[in-house]
């Protein structure tokens, strides 16, 4: 930490020398104030993001180089109905997000877009403890779930999701697809009851995610910032339609499980960036998983009216203006990160 004060100290040393009437304005006393503050908050409070190393976490569960290096820079074509509704959105949120398994898969990052990339299959899946080989899981395999667990090896072949007749439940509207979601969720991955909201919203977007709305299903597309900017963008979408309709007893639990959802991307980012590391990035992308948590991860501890309120326009406007610039600030960048295929590899050959 020694360092780290001596680097803010050098930082406060090379601002404009004012004199000491002029510096110590109020306006400019104000600001030094808060940009300490807001230094000292980002850097030393734990917010989740990883300490001990910066690997994307998706290299965990392939077992080639070659096939993590796919895993970075390519990914199956999303077959979507049109137009995408809210509820397939939020669905997709959830799908991609790591905050919805518990247990094991949880902590290391797991989501179900990590064994049904795209909502389709990922034929290159390989976890030691689950696989035989690429492209299977033993779902019901103690090392998920000391609860669900039949101490039985027995590993079975991803199916892709989109394709319907590759599916022992075909129908998603039916009781017995509804079961099986809330098994995989509960049980086999040791998630906490999702939001009924969250959990109708999936099975809208596996309902709407059809082989048969793709003209070359089949065929990969290419994976970049953009495509993983969804993430952000659906959270967004969905954050303001909150802040906008008629209020709703589920609107709290929705509203954190997207801002969860989000810190997770960032963090995602965080560790996609870290080939050539940048500080003011990493700051920013702290900062904003802060905000985050702080606008709607802490209120858990709020009165119920505080509980009850909802997302102000005005506060996520200010927010959509940071990750705005957040991501033009990625932009800049993306050649410098894992989505660069030649220093990717590079990067893997090392370790």
Known sequence: MLSEI??????????PKLGARAFFTPTASRFVSLWVAAFLLVRFVDIGFAHESRKPSELSWFKTSDAQIDSLVSRPRECLKLPVSLEVRLGRLAFKSPRLLG???????????????????????????LSDRPGTADISHHFLSSAGGDQVFNPKP??????????????NDSQAFSELLVRLIEVEFDGQAANERVFESIRSYLGANDVTHCAQANVDEPRSLESDWIMIEDGFNILQTLATQAPASSDLAVAKFVASSMRAQLESFYRLYSLQPNKELDLELKSLSSVLQRNFLAREDASESKLKAKPSIAMLEHMVLRFTALKRQLQRLELSSYYNQKLARQALKRH
């Open 158 to 171: 991803i199916p892709d999701l989109a394709n319907r007749l590759a599916l022992k439940v075909q129908d």
């Open 6 to 15: 001596q680097c803010l100290t050098r930082s406060l040393r090379a601002l």
């Open 103 to 129: 247990g094991q898969a949880g902590r290391m990052g797991l989501s179900c877009d990590s064994c049904h990339r795209s909502g389709r299959d990922n034929q290159d899946f390989f976890i030691e403890q």
